[in-house]
């Protein structure tokens, strides 16, 4: 099992920044890759963005690339996301994501963000 612990969310206006932490704890040597996903009111849960742990190769949607910036601490077992030029359409529940090398998926238990006009 994996746990992990996600901060950082809050109100911002657009153009502002954000920072989301999440913090892994229990089988962690088992992660393959640490990342973020976010859920929309009526949407479906998209991908933002990954890190693979191991050798640090970052992915990103296409919505979000040049703004924000995923980025990790080994010692720590925490992944950032550092979310800047912020959209009202960026409003979301974000969900941190541990994938395993055995194919296991861990969530975290979201955190809201906000981004007014």
């Known amino acids: 099992q994996v746990q992990l612990v996600e901060s950082g969310g809050g109100l911002v206006q657009a153009g502002g920044s954000l920072r989301l932490s999440c913090a892994a704890s229990?089988?962690?040597?088992?992660?393959?890759?640490m990342g973020w996903f976010r859920q929309a009111p009526g949407k479906e849960r998209e991908f933002v963005g990954r890190?693979?742990?191991?050798?640090?190769?970052?992915f990103y949607a296409d919505s979000v690339k040049g703004r924000f910036t995923i980025s990790k601490d080994n010692a720590k077992n925490t992944v950032y996301l550092q979310m800047n030029s912020l959209k009202p359409e960026d409003t979301a529940v974000y969900y941190c994501?541990?994938?395993?090398?055995?194919?296991?998926?861990?969530w975290g238990q979201g955190t809201q963000v906000t981004v007014s006009s």
């Open positions: 994501n541990v994938h395993t090398a055995d194919g296991y998926d861990y």
């Open positions: 229990g089988r962690t040597f088992s992660t393959y890759a």
């Open positions: 890190v693979i742990w191991s050798p640090g190769n970052t």
